[in-house]
Nanobody, 114 residues
Framework: QVQLVESGGGLVQAGGSLRLSCAAA????????MAWYRQAPGKQRELVAL???????NYVDSVKGRFTISRDTGKNTLFLQMNSLRVEDTGVYYC????????WGQGTQVTVSS
C-alpha cells in the first residue's frame, strides 16, 4: 500500500525557516518526479517545487531562492527546506508524485506569522 506522510510544519515568524519531510511507504522515490504542493486558505492547491529522478529541481517563482526540494532515496524521504518564510507561504503543504499522484494525505500545516 502506497502512502505519503508529511511532517515538519508548524508556526514560525516571518523570516524564519522550516524543513518539511515526506515519508514514502510502499513505493520508491527513485525514478519518479516528486513534488511539493501547498494550499493557502481560500486558494486552490498550487505546485511549489519539483524534483526529478536525476535530482533536477524546479520551483514556482514565488519561492525561488528561498525553498529547496531534495530527496534521500535511501530513506525514501522527500524534503522541502523553507527559508526566509513569508506570511503568504502559509498553507497546508502536501507531497505527491507529480505524474502519477495518489490520493492526498493530510499534509502538514505551515503558518507564518508577522
Amino acid at each position: 500500500q502506497v502512502q505519503l506522510v508529511e511532517s515538519g510544519g508548524g508556526l514560525v515568524q516571518a523570516g524564519g525557516s522550516l524543513r518539511l519531510s515526506c515519508a514514502a511507504a510502499g513505493s520508491t522515490l527513485s525514478g519518479s518526479v516528486m513534488a511539493w504542493y501547498r494550499q493557502a486558505p481560500g486558494k486552490q492547491r498550487e505546485l511549489v517545487a519539483l524534483i526529478n529522478s536525476g535530482g533536477g529541481t524546479n520551483y514556482v517563482d514565488s519561492v525561488k531562492g528561498r525553498f529547496t526540494i531534495s530527496r534521500d532515496t535511501g530513506k525514501n524521504t522527500l524534503f522541502l527546506q523553507m527559508n526566509s518564510l513569508r506570511v503568504e507561504d502559509t498553507g497546508v503543504y502536501y507531497c505527491n508524485w507529480h505524474y502519477r499522484p495518489i490520493p492526498w494525505g493530510q499534509g502538514t500545516q505551515v503558518t507564518v506569522s508577522s
